[in-house]
Each structure stands twice: as structure tokens, then as C-alpha cells.
């Protein structure tokens, strides 16, 4: 084209992207088709509903709302978490959907990793950062579902279970799991952290205030009864763990501003109080354990306090606390002339061993893969006529997965440990330290309280453990790039 002013001719334009250039595709159109599709698939879902199955207006109602609540989470993806962290000890009070394997927790952990992938798949991008963890949780998933499908495809003799039951079973633990990779890969900065941290606050001091009402009206101290749905060792796992978390904050003042702090100050205290309710002498031992690191690692002065309250139990403990600890030992005398162990422990104890023992001399059989998913019951009943379950996460894994399950486990934990350790080398910031501290302690009281117990894949144990894991790692990727940075 030429210039009439000055004559000259203008260079000509490639048309497309320039050299070595990949064109760069919007999804922004992607919502919109969504929404549209959905929007036709609700009509004809409706008009079915509404003609062919002639269900109740106000059902629909109810159907309706639920998918808006949905929808808004999905493309509110901050929300879903923090509703996940509210809903996870209170599950059995949640709103049940009628369909099977998915409660009220496994819809929020489905709408929570929508919230993540979606803006993913729109933006493109790494879908996860590399992390210590990642791959040691995808062996462990990868090691249950194989338990669960092997007794599928070779029914063993005398189960207790059908097929769908073993994969429903596996399914309502794998989203306590997979939460992790929701977590380090949404969360990106401080304050999204600083913001989770505070609704795990509220959320362990909501449940731990419920379970101490409920022990206020029920004039039986000795019910073990727990108002959120969970059995008593269970509870008192999960608020052993909530309570050294919150506690290792406390002892980190400056992680938060004031409202977080009178926050995390008041559900440390609660969880506290909480861990003695259920009379649960695992849940005593896992969280003594726990606070034992979490003061030692944050304050030598803490821990020399924590000594000093340890030592003077007998003082301050509540009686029915002091009546539970003591039910560890049996009086008797032709127990202590015979020798023998088991009738020395109180019955609950005695079976523990006598399991253990079962399930040792059964995986002596098939040492590397074991049983398969929910087998120790079965193995059990050959012996002594009565399905019991271990009552320990170690033996447990090994009567499912034999010696690779269990090397499974402990290399996941291992890496979550050492995760930790990690970040509390790294730490620059209050809240840094105050979380690599806080999971290292929740770390010692998981791993103690599954010694005589399976809590480590309850719903809102795991859950609660695994989004922690994922702020811990992501906490560590912003230390590294701030020390990066730095240099």
C-alpha cells in the first residue's frame, strides 16, 4: 500500500502468529456452552420428574436448590473448601442425597475439585506443582483400590462383603485422600491459608462445643456418647489432632490478626476440653503425644508446663478419666501367677492381641498382597468364631495389603513427616512455622492414636490430616520461591 504523502510503500503484515509462536486458544465461551447444556438437561430432568414420576413439587424444589447451591460453589471455588472443613465431623448431620456412596462430604469434595479443575482446564497451566507427598498418596490410593478390586475378581471364601459394597467402601474413604491434591493445587498465597486455618478453628470448635453440650445434659458421665454422629475413639482422634494444631498456632501468636487469634485461641481450648469426653484412652495417650512435640518444638518453656500438668493429673483430672485410665489393668491375682499377658488387660485389650496374633499367622501365608480390602473379620472368624476387626491401622493394612500395603502406609507418612520437618526448616513467617510445628504434632497423634485404633481413614480425620498436608506443601513452594527470590 503507498504512502501518497511521502511515496513510500508500507511493509505488508504476516497474517497469523509470528515465528515459532503457538496461537494462544480461549475457553471463554466453555461457560456459557455449559450452562446451556445443563440448563436443557434440568428441563427435560424436571418435566420428567414432574410428569412420569409424578414426584411432589416441593421435591423438585428442593432439587432445584441443591443444584443452585452447586453451581455457585463450582464457580466459587474459595467457598468449597471452607464449606468441605465446616462439613467434615458433621457429616451425619448434613442433608442426605438419596444416592448411594455420595453423603453430604463426598458432594462437597466433588464440587470442590470441579472449583479446582475447571479454571485448570480454562486457563491451562501445570495441573500440580511437584511435591514430597504427591506421589507416596497416589501409591496408597493406588494400593487400596487394589485390595478392594482383588476380592472382586477372586471372591474368597466366607466374605463378608458383595462388590459393590467393597467399592463403595473404598470410594467414601478416597475423597478424604484426594483432598490433598484439591488443596495444593487451588491454594496459591498466605492468605488463602491464613483463611482455611481459620475455618478449621471454628469448624473443630463447633464440633467439640456440640460433644461438650451433649455431655452437659446426659447425667451418665460413663455413655461415651459424642453428639456429632462419630464413634467415641474416633472423636476423640479427630479433636486430639484439631487441638495440637491449634495449640501450636497459640504458641505462634503472630500467624494471625486479632479475630483469627481469639478464634484459634478459643478452638484450642474446646478441642482440648473435648479429647477427655469420650473416654478414650487412645485418644488420651495420641494426644499427650501430641502436645508433647507440639510444645517441644515450639517452646521449651511450653514444654516444661506441659511436664508440669502432666505430672500433676491426678490433681486436675476429672474422675471418670482417672476410671477409664486405670480399666487398662485387671486386678488379679491368678493372672499375676500364671503370666499370662492377656488376662492381666482388661477385655478390650486382651481381644486387640489375640487379633494381632491371628492376623500374623494368616499373612504368614500371603505375606506381599494379603487378604484383600476388609479381610481381617473373616480371618478371624477361622479362629475364634467371631468377626472382629483389627483395632489397629498397622495390622489392619497388613492383613489387607500384606507387607507392600504397609509399606505403602508407612512411606506416606514418612513423606508427610518429612514434609513438615521440611517447612519448619524453611519457615520465615509465624504462620509458616506455626503450621510445619502444629502438623508435625497432628502427625505423632495420628500415628499413635491408629496403634490400637483404624482412624486414619475416617472421613474427617483423613480429611481434616490430608488438607493440612496440602497447605503444608503448599506452604513450602511459597518458601522456596520467597527464598528464590531473595537471592
Known sequence: MEDRNTGSREPQRPSGPPPGEVPQYSYSWLPYVLCGLLALVMAVVITRLNYDYAQ????????????AFVGFTVLRPKLALHLWILALP?????????????????????????????????????????????????????????????????????????????????????????????????????????????????????????????????????????GIGMNPNDFGAYVGMCATLLIAFVLSSGAFGRARRVLVWLGAAVASVAVLLPKSRGAYVSFAGGLAAATYLASKKAFIVF???????????????????????????????????????????????????????????????????????????????????AHSLYFETLGDSGLIGLAALVWLLVACVRSGLDLMRRATTPLSRGLSVGFIAASVVLLLANVFGQRFLHR???????????????????ERRAASAED
Open 90 to 226: 458433621l457429616t451425619e448431620w448434613l442433608p442426605v442425597t438419596g444416592i448411594s456412596g455420595l453423603n453430604g462430604a463426598n458432594l462437597l469434595f466433588v464440587v470442590a475439585l470441579l472449583g479446582w479443575l475447571l479454571p485448570w482446564f480454562m486457563s491451562g497451566g501445570p495441573l500440580l506443582p511437584r511435591t514430597r507427598i504427591a506421589f507416596p498418596l497416589l501409591a496408597y490410593i493406588a494400593v487400596l483400590l487394589a485390595s478392594a478390586i482383588r476380592p472382586i475378581l477372586f471372591p474368597p471364601e466366607g466374605s463378608f462383603y458383595t462388590p459393590s459394597e467393597l467399592l463403595l467402601g473404598i470410594w467414601q474413604r478416597i475423597p478424604a485422600l484426594a483432598i490433598y491434591f484439591v488443596t495444593v493445587g487451588s491454594v496459591r498465597t498466605e492468605g488463602r491459608t491464613k483463611a482455611l486455618l481459620g475455618t478449621f478453628a471454628l469448624s473443630a470448635g463447633i464440633a467439640a462445643t456440640i460433644a461438650i453440650r451433649q455431655f452437659m445434659v446426659i447425667p451418665e458421665a460413663s455413655s461415651r456418647r459424642v
Open 56 to 67: 411432589a413439587p416441593h421435591r423438585i424444589v428442593k432439587i432445584l436448590l441443591g443444584l
Open 460 to 478: 474427617a480425620i483423613a480429611g481434616s490430616y490430608f488438607l493440612l498436608a496440602g497447605l503444608v506443601d503448599r506452604s513450602r513452594i511459597l
Open 307 to 389: 511436664l508440669l500438668v502432666v505430672i500433676a493429673s491426678p490433681l486436675w483430672a476429672p474422675g471418670f478419666v482417672k476410671e477409664r485410665v486405670m480399666e487398662t489393668e485387671v486386678e488379679s491375682m491368678e493372672a499375676s501367677l500364671t503370666g499370662d499377658v492377656t488376662d492381666r488387660l482388661d477385655p478390650s485389650a486382651a481381644v486387640r492381641i489375640e487379633i494381632w496374633g491371628i492376623v500374623l499367622r494368616q499373612v504368614a501365608r500371603r505375606p506381599l498382597l494379603g487378604y484383600g480390602f476388609a479381610s481381617v473379620p473373616r480371618l478371624t472368624v477361622g479362629e475364634i468364631g467371631t468377626p472382629f476387626s
